[in-house]
């Protein structure tokens, strides 16, 4: 499968928001209080910012020639400092 073709990527972030929408409508159903869905959004934005912090904010600004995979990587320049 091309993971760089562009229908497959929209495909694949098409059912990332399907997951998320059913995800949390479904603790919803079985806690039905709005500060439930309150802190789920709160919990959704969070994590969307820190994605942008993790993979746009410290590339771009914090060390533009840092380049790294994932989190793991990102965690371990975090703790030890570039090498």
């Known amino acids: 499968m091309d993971l760089a073709n562009p229908k497959?990527?929209?495909?694949k972030g098409f059912l990332f928001l399907v997951l998320g929408v059913l995800s949390g409508a479904l603790i919803f159903i079985k806690v039905p209080e709005w500060?439930?869905?309150?802190?789920?959004?709160i919990c959704g934005w969070s994590f969307a910012r820190f994605y942008y912090f993790?993979?746009?904010v410290l590339h771009h600004y914090a060390d533009?020639?840092?380049r790294y995979s994932g989190l793991v990587d990102l965690l371990k320049y975090l703790i030890r400092g570039r090498k």
């Open 8 to 11: 497959v990527l929209k495909l």
């Open 35 to 41: 500060e439930v869905i309150i802190l789920l959004a």
């Open 54 to 56: 993790a993979f746009y």
């Open 64 to 66: 533009p020639n840092f």
